[in-house]
C-alpha cells in the first residue's frame, strides 16, 4: 500500500506564504504524476498544480505565477509553494499520486490540509 502524509497547513493572512509537503511511503515502482488539488466548502475538488515524472508541470490558472510545484530528487515528496494568497485560495488541500506499484497502476490521495487565508 502507498501512503501520503501532508504537511504545512495552517492560517495567513491575505499576501502571505505557506508551502505544503506530502510524503509517500510504501513500495512504488513508477510515479507516474505527483498533484496537489483543493475543495472549498461547497464547491468542488479541484486541480492546483501538477508535476509529471519528465518534469513538466502544470497549473490552475488562477494560482500561475502564485503557486509552484516541486519535487526532491526521491521523486518521492512534493511540495507546492503558495505566495501572494488570497482569501479565495482558502480550502482543504488533498495531494495526489498517481503511480504504479504491485497492484498495478492507482490513484492515491493524501488526507486533506487546511488552508486558511483570512484578515
Known amino acids: 500500500q502507498v501512503q501520503l502524509v501532508e504537511s504545512g497547513g495552517g492560517s495567513v493572512q491575505p499576501g502571505g506564504s505557506l508551502t505544503l509537503s506530502c510524503a509517500a511511503s510504501g513500495t512504488i515502482f513508477i510515479i507516474y504524476t505527483m498533484g496537489w488539488y483543493r475543495q472549498a466548502p461547497g464547491k468542488q475538488r479541484e486541480l492546483v498544480a501538477a508535476i509529471q515524472s519528465g518534469g513538466s508541470t502544470n497549473y490552475a490558472d488562477s494560482v500561475k505565477g502564485r503557486f509552484t510545484i516541486s519535487r526532491d530528487n526521491a521523486k518521492t515528496t512534493v511540495h507546492l509553494q503558495m505566495h501572494s494568497l488570497k482569501p479565495e485560495d482558502s480550502a482543504v488541500y488533498y495531494c495526489?499520486?498517481?503511480?504504479?506499484?504491485?497492484?498495478?497502476?492507482?490513484?492515491?490521495w493524501g488526507q486533506g490540509t487546511q488552508v486558511t487565508v483570512s484578515s
Open positions: 495526489n499520486f498517481y503511480v504504479r506499484n504491485a497492484s498495478g497502476r492507482q490513484g492515491y
